[in-house]
Structure formats: C-alpha cells, structure tokens
C-alpha cells in the first residue's frame, strides 16, 4: 500500500463518519487563525494611532481589542484541541475493535508465523503512534495552516513587495522538511520492528521466569534482553533525532527570512516608501508566522512515522484468510455423525509433512481411539476435524458432507474440543465451565462438573464456584485444569467429541472417575480420543495406530493385541512400566 492509499483509507473509513466534529474543528480553527493575524494587525492602528497621532480613545480601545482576541483565540484553541481529542479515541478505539475482531476470526496459521508479542505491539504501540499522527494532523497541519494563510494574508496586505520577499524561504523550508521525512519514514519503522521484538521478549521471559530460575539463565536472558532494549533504545532515539532534526534547519530559513525582510524593509523606510506602524504589522506578523512555520516542518515526519504504523495495523487488519464463514453454504446437517478422511494430506505452513494420504471411517456414534507415537500425526487429525487448518489435499465428510461446502458455524457448533493444552481464561470457575454454553444455568454448570469429576474439589476453593483462577489456571493443579475442561466440553453437549489426551494429567483416582464420566459423555456419540495410557481405551469401539501420518494398524484392542505389530510393542512397553 502506498501512503496515500493508506491516509485515504483512514480518512473514508476512519474520519470521514465524524463529519459533525470536522466541521467544528474547521470553524474553530479559521477563528483562531483570524485572532492570530487580528492580533499583528491592531499593532498598525495602535503604534499610528496612540503614539503618533496620541488618540486618547484608541489608548483604551486597541488594548481592550487586544484582551478580545486572545480571548477568543484560546477559545478557539481549547474547542478545537477538545474536538480532536474525542475524534482520535474514537478512532483509537475503533481500530483496535478492528483489529481484534479480525484476531478473532484468524487462521490458527497466522499465529505459528507471529509470535503474540509482535501482535501485542501492534495493539499497544503503533495504534499509539497513530492516535498522536491524528491528533497532530488537526492541531498542527490544519490548525497552523490556516494561520499561516491568515498571516501571510495580512503581510500581503500591509506589503505585497515585502511579502513576496519573506515567502520565498517557504520552498525552501518545505523543501528540507520533505528530506527529513524521507529519513523519518525508515526511522520508524525500524522503531516499531524493535518495539515488537522488545514485547515478544517480555512475554517470552514471564511466561518462562520457572524454567529461566531452574536452569539458572537469569544472567544470559538478562544479557539477551539488554541487547533488544539497547536496539530499541537505538531506534527510538533515531527518530527522536531526525525529529528534531527540522528545529535548527527551519530556524536558520527564518532568521534569513526576517534578516531579508529588515533589510529590504529598511531600505524602502530610508527611502520614505513605508511607514513605521505597517513596519511593526508586518514585522509581528513575520514572527507569529515562525510557529506554524516550525510546526508544520515537523508535521510531515509525524504524519511519516503515523503511516508507517498504519501500514502494520492495515497488513494485520488485511490479512487473508482461507478458514471462513461463508453464510451462502449449507449448514451441516448431523444424522449419525459418521466422521471420514479419505486420502487426506496435510503440510504444516513451515512445510512439515503431518499426514500423508490418511483415509479413516468412524462410524456414527461410536467411539475409536488414536494411539502411536508422538509426533505420528494424532493431533493434527482432531484439528482439522473443526477446521482449525484448511486440508492440503483430500477430503473429510461428516455424515456424507464434505466440511469444507458446510457452514463454518454449524461445523463447530456439533464439536467439542478437550485439547492437549487446556486453555482456561482468568474468571471464575463457573465461567470456565460455562464457557460450554451460554445459555447454561448454574444448575447445569454443576451437573456437568460432578459429571466430569470436579464438583468437589470446586467446593473446597476459597469461593468455590465464583473463585477466579489466575491468569492460564495458575491457581490450579494440571488434573483439575483437564477436569474443568472435560467439564466445559460435556456442557456443549454436541454429536462430536474430540479429546486429546484429556487425561494424561489425572491421577489414577481421578482417572477412574473421569473415565466413567468420559464413558456418560460418549454414550451415543461419535467420539475421537487420543489417550496415552492404552489401559484407558480398551472399551472404545475401534482402535487406529498411527504413525507417520499414516494409519498404520487398525481393529479392536483384541484384535491388535493379537494380530499387530506396533499396538502389541506399545502395549507391551506399557505394561512393562506399570
Ligand atoms: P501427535 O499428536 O501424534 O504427537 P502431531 O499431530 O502433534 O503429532 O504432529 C505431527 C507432526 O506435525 C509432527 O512432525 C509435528 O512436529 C508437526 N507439527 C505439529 N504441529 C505443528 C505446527 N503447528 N507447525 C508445524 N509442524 C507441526
Ligand atoms: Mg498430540
């Protein structure tokens, strides 16, 4: 996206629904600059006036005038400024919506590829940026504009001649501002690249602090993150410099402006052509011209640097992606719940081979289990079930319907998820489990906790079920986070249950009890499971091995503890350790 593409874009689909505060911004804004040069022209009337010709009235009258307009100029100013401040949180506001809207509904690809500091940067800091890139653009460019239009009117009208020679510095000063902005736009972007490494760090040492400590690395990490804060350091000081790079080069153009303006001004007073109270006008007006000068020299690198971070907020915003509701297909209609892979091939984004031409058939509600090695392919199986990734190749139909020609929405509504990394949001524990279903009453939230063997150990919490459990269940033990899980998975009641691994935290006490509990869950229902523990999957209807993004063995437990290879070694190992 080119600049101008991007300011436009934020203008129709961020600015423009303000039309109400624009216009009050614009009034405000042509007072406050008609003050300002009001203010340099009563200076005419009053060295000619009160000094030369001694008017008594015009002695009480011109200072009144003066008291007036900055009176009404600040007015000017405070509503203006006002204006700007509720259009850029609004705006602020609405990007970030924007932005987590589309968060919401992204492919679980995009998050392998970023890391969730770099997206926090995004959040945080170049919204920032923005937020100051629009509050600049209408209380510098528009507003100094418009006052500089008013001051140069004015230097016009007390002196054309006198005018054309002060002006000719504005090419030249908007000519440096346009190099330095150059420089600015890279800047910029270097800046906000580091800030995202910075917070991709940060998250990564507190999430880590239990592993750094054990390991003893506080010394190197502290090493690793010095340098990402000196590189930071580096970049943010970078565009503070060429920020300020503008002062000093506007300076020197204005002091020739007003070197050229005495001289020539001067000359022609020497001459009898100008008359001292036209001299001072002009001359204040001159001065007052500096400020807008200045502030409109540094608006280019601001508005440099604000485009910079729209066009990382813009690429997140705009990212494609293939996993979508689509409301003109079909919903998908259960019968049985019959899940089939056939030929299914699937390549991770980073170019990992999961599976490799898997065809399987699990049968309406019935239950079969996934078991083999780890890294064999188990989870990816049950991911794409719910179209948490687009297949490569091949097809999964659920009851004859291909998943990818149904409803995104009525997909998901039929499955439950228990996943290997339980994922338990900080709110109380009914809000956990009521997760499962919206529409759950406290009662159900509590049948379906004794169900999945949590009612009790709930209870004897500090709240029991209103206790707030911590950022990811810190608060909790691994087993009673997989029981808050099963739990919130045995509310959505759905046709299709996929559990990975949902009881590899449990004790063998729990165990039992959430294996009944998995046993009333299933019951009329297709069900995947991928257990570690052989022992807890003898009673499932169908067995697959897989290995290798194959299906390597299939049959019943007694079937493969006769007929197999790799179920029996695996099997056998296991009874070997317990
Ligand atoms: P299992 O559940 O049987 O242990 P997985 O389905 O998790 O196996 O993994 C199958 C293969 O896919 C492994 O080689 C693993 O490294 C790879 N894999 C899993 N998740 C990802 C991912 N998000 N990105 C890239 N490769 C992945
Ligand atoms: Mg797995």
């Known amino acids: 996206m080119k600049n101008k593409e991007i300011a436009l874009r934020i203008f129709k689909t961020q600015i423009r629904?303000?039309?109400?505060?624009?216009?009050?911004?614009?009034?405000?804004?042509?007072?406050?600059?008609?003050?300002?040069?009001?203010?340099?022209?009563?200076?005419?009337?009053?060295?000619?006036?009160?000094?030369?010709?001694?008017?008594?009235?015009?002695?009480?009258?011109?200072?009144?005038?003066?008291?007036?307009?900055?009176?009404?100029?600040?007015?000017?100013?405070?509503?203006?400024?006002?204006?700007?401040?509720?259009?850029?949180?609004?705006?602020?506001?609405?990007?970030?919506?924007l932005m987590t809207s589309k968060i919401l509904v992204s492919d679980l690809s995009h998050f392998i590829e970023k890391h969730s500091g770099k997206f926090i940067s995004n959040f945080a800091n170049d919204t920032r940026i923005l937020l100051g890139t629009i509050m600049a653009f209408s209380l510098s460019l528009?507003?100094?504009?418009?006052?500089?239009?008013?001051?140069?009117?004015?230097?016009f009208y007390q002196d054309w001649q006198l005018s054309i020679v002060a002006i000719t510095m504005i090419p030249v000063a908007a000519f440096a501002s346009k190099k330095i902005g150059k420089k600015m736009q890279k800047a910029a972007s270097e800046n906000l690249d580091a800030f995202g490494n910075f917070t991709k760090f940060l998250s990564e040492i507190l999430k880590g602090t239990s592993i750094i400590q054990i390991y003893q690395r506080e010394k190197e990490e502290l090493k690793k993150f010095s340098e990402i804060i000196d590189d930071k350091l580096k970049k943010e000081k970078k565009v503070e410099q060429t920020r300020h790079r503008?002062?000093?080069?506007?300076?020197?153009?204005?002091?020739?402006?007003?070197?050229?303006?005495?001289l020539f001004a001067g000359y022609r007073?020497?001459?009898?052509?100008?008359?001292?109270?036209?001299?001072?006008?002009?001359?204040?007006?001159?001065?007052?011209?500096?400020?807008?000068?200045?502030?409109?020299?540094?608006?280019?690198?601001?508005?440099q640097e604000g485009l910079?971070?729209?066009?990382?907020?813009?690429?997140?915003?705009?990212q494609a992606n293939q996993v979508v509701q689509d409301d003109t297909l079909k919903n998908l209609r259960i019968l049985k719940g019959e899940i089939k892979f056939g030929n299914v091939n699937f390549i991770y984004p980073d170019g990992t081979e999961a599976l490799k031409n898997l065809s399987l058939n699990i049968d309406g509600k019935t239950s079969a289990a996934l078991v083999g090695l780890s890294g064999g392919g188990k989870s990816t199986?049950?991911?794409?079930?719910?179209?948490?990734?687009?297949?490569?190749?091949?097809?999964?139909?659920?009851?004859?319907?291909?998943?990818?020609?149904?409803?995104?929405?009525?997909?998901?509504?039929?499955?439950s998820l228990v996943s290997q990394d339980?994922?338990?949001?900080?709110?109380?524990?009914?809000?956990?489990?009521?997760?499962?279903?919206?529409?759950?009453?406290?009662?159900?939230?509590?049948?379906?906790?004794?169900?999945?063997?949590?009612?009790?150990?709930?209870?004897?919490?500090?709240?029991?079920?209103?206790?707030?459990?911590?950022?990811?269940?810190?608060?909790?033990?691994?087993?009673?986070?997989?029981?808050?899980?099963?739990?919130?998975?045995?509310?959505?009641?759905?046709?299709?249950?996929?559990?990975?691994?949902?009881?590899?935290?449990?004790?063998?006490?729990?165990?039992?009890?959430?294996?009944?509990?998995?046993?009333?869950?299933?019951?009329?229902?297709?069900?995947?499971?991928?257990?570690?523990?052989?022992?807890?999957?003898?009673?499932?209807?169908?067995?697959?091995?897989?290995?290798?993004?194959?299906?390597?063995?299939?049959?019943?437990?007694?079937?493969?503890i006769n007929n197999s290879i790799i179920y029996k070694k695996l099997y056998d190992q296991q009874d070997l350790n317990s």
């Open 381 to 415: 199986i049950l991911n794409l079930i719910p179209r948490f990734y687009n297949l490569t190749d091949g097809e999964i139909l659920i009851d004859g319907q291909n998943i990818n020609e149904v409803q995104l929405n009525s997909l998901r509504k039929n499955i």
């Open 422 to 560: 339980i994922v338990l949001f900080d709110d109380t524990v009914k809000a956990n489990i009521g997760y499962g279903n919206i529409m759950a009453t406290d009662e159900e939230i509590i049948e379906a906790a004794k169900k999945a063997a949590a009612h009790e150990f709930i209870s004897n919490l500090s709240e029991g079920y209103e206790t707030v459990i911590g950022e990811a269940g810190v608060k909790l033990s691994g087993g009673q986070k997989q029981r808050l899980s099963i739990a919130r998975a045995i509310l959505k009641n759905s046709s299709i249950i996929l559990l990975d691994e949902a009881t590899s935290a449990l004790d063998t006490e729990s165990e039992t009890q959430v294996q009944n509990a998995i046993q009333n869950l299933i019951k009329d229902k297709t069900t995947l499971i991928i257990a570690h523990r052989l022992a807890t999957i003898k009673n499932v209807n169908k067995i697959l091995v897989i290995d290798q993004g194959k299906v390597a063995e299939e049959g019943t437990h007694a079937e493969l």
């Open 308 to 318: 910079t971070a729209a066009k990382r907020i813009y690429d997140l915003i705009d």
């Open 17 to 97: 629904k303000y039309f109400k505060e624009i216009l009050i911004i614009f009034l405000f804004v042509i007072l406050t600059a008609s003050m300002t040069a009001l203010t340099a022209w009563l200076l005419d009337p009053a060295i000619k006036k009160i000094f030369i010709e001694k008017d008594k009235t015009m002695l009480v009258i011109i200072p009144i005038a003066i008291v007036l307009t900055f009176l009404l100029k600040s007015l000017g100013i405070f509503i203006v400024r006002m204006t700007t401040i509720k259009v850029a949180f609004n705006v602020l506001k609405n990007i970030q919506v």
């Open 269 to 303: 007073s020497i001459q009898g052509e100008m008359e001292i109270g036209q001299f001072v006008s002009f001359l204040s007006a001159l001065m007052l011209a500096y400020q807008p000068v200045k502030a409109l020299a540094g608006i280019n690198l601001t508005i």
């Open 142 to 155: 528009i507003k100094e504009s418009f006052t500089l239009i008013a001051l140069i009117g004015l230097m």
């Open 246 to 262: 503008a002062g000093p080069v506007m300076e020197t153009i204005n002091a020739f402006a007003i070197a050229f303006v005495i």
